[in-house]
């Protein structure tokens, strides 16, 4: 096995303390979360005393001050532990850094230390019932109105939408402007005309709640703007990288949890008097999956690498969210398929990791999109003849 040498030992430290927080703070509660289809807020207060939320935010913000590889280790122990529930992620690696990126001093002081503690939870307001990928025909609009904006318009399909305080909440604030009248707002959930939609039922991930939002004349300060007037887009387009970067780590998190679920399992199952292990079939498939989860992991450390010296392009994370989202989704089909009947009942946790990984490759960019900016950057370079 090739070792990993991105984590430091403080950062291994950190590892075994997050796994002691899935074990007696998470696991044994995931499943009541998922009949529900929401995590209590209490899990966001304990995960903010334990030093979970905000470990790369500066210390004068609240944070830890650390760096984003501690974000990371949460993401990999969550993933590895096959939980879904917390949208830790939306709120650590979309929502702070986005305020902490483009936000006057103001506004960080004002919410990155509420966002660290988990007495504020984020959400990434961006997603239209018509507008998923295609940022720029988003229709939710923000009027200028004196000192205030007035913002009406609807969100779909938002991690963390029943029970966020804040959104960062992408407008048109020039409607003609397609990309180049795009701003982001800092909402908050308190705000009259806010109104949550649907807790909405998915196939999978069923613990984090995923909602419509709705916003009806919601007058917020011109001081809540977040960044400069219809320069949204290209906020957005700089932290997508990162965004996509963390599916990446996830998947590739996932697809080794579920291999080493399908080792241990094929190794004592008995059929035929042998063990299930002792077919070639399962010998070849596992070995396919395994060498594939290696090539997988080495380039997700990569990219990691490049994202922490700041030369992590788009086009390489377009690349490791679409190859580690199609080899998850991959894995998770072939490895069921070890345990049988079993592998199709609930309890199992293959079970909920089938159903959990539809979706990565359709958020966070879907896998055609992926492979439009990759396809895009062959020829960006070409001269026209």
């Known amino acids: 096995m090739i070792e990993r040498t991105l984590f430091s030992d403080e950062h291994e430290i950190f590892r075994e303390s997050v796994r002691r927080f899935i074990e007696t703070e998470i696991s044994p509660f995931h499943a009541e979360w998922e009949h529900k289809g929401i995590v209590p807020r209490t899990i966001w207060e304990a995960a903010g005393r334990a030093g979970l939320l905000g470990c790369s935010i500066p210390e004068e913000y609240g944070g830890a001050g650390g760096d984003h590889l501690f974000d990371f280790v949460l993401v990999e122990e969550l993933a590895r532990a096959g939980i879904t529930g917390p949208g830790f992620a939306v709120h650590n690696e979309m929502v702070m850094p986005y305020i902490l990126a483009f936000g006057t001093d103001e506004q960080k002081r004002h919410w990155l230390p509420k966002m660290v503690r988990g007495e504020v939870i984020g959400a990434l307001g961006l997603t239209e019932p018509h507008a998923g990928s295609d940022l720029k025909n988003i229709r939710t609009r923000a009027v200028r109105d004196g000192d205030f904006y007035v913002i009406s318009g609807q969100k779909v399909f938002i991690s963390n939408g029943q029970l966020c305080d804040v959104i960062v909440l992408a407008t048109k604030t020039d409607p003609m402007a397609n990309s180049n009248g795009i701003s982001l707002f800092i909402v908050e959930a308190s705000r009259d005309g806010f109104k949550r939609g649907r ?117 390489d994370a377009a690349m490791a969210k679409m190859w580690l989202s199609n080899l998850h989704g991959r894995a998770v089909d072939e490895c069921l398929q070890f345990f049988g009947g079993w592998g199709y009942m609930w309890e199992y946790p293959i079970a909920r990791a089938f159903a959990d990984a539809r979706i990565t490759r359709i958020a966070g960019g879907s896998i055609e999109v992926m492979k439009h900016i990759i396809g895009r950057s062959l020829f960006s370079n070409k001269k026209k003849k």
């Not at 039922?201 to 809540?224: C, M, W």
């Open 199 to 315: 807790r909405l039922e998915k196939i999978g991930l069923k613990a984090q709640d995923t909602s419509e939002l709705f916003f009806e004349d919601v007058r917020v300060p011109a001081s809540n703007l977040l960044g400069p007037e219809n320069g949204g887009f290209k906020l957005l387009m700089k932290n997508l990288a990162q965004e996509r970067l963390t599916q990446a780590v996830r998947s590739a998190a996932v697809v080794e949890a579920v291999l080493e679920w399908t080792i241990d399992y094929v190794a004592d199952r008995e059929m035929f008097d042998q063990t299930l292990a002792d077919f070639q079939n399962t010998q070849f498939k596992l070995a396919d999956l395994k060498t594939e989860a290696t090539i997988g992991r080495v380039f997700v450390d990569r990219c990691i690498e490049a994202f922490m010296s700041g030369k992590l392009d788009g086009t």
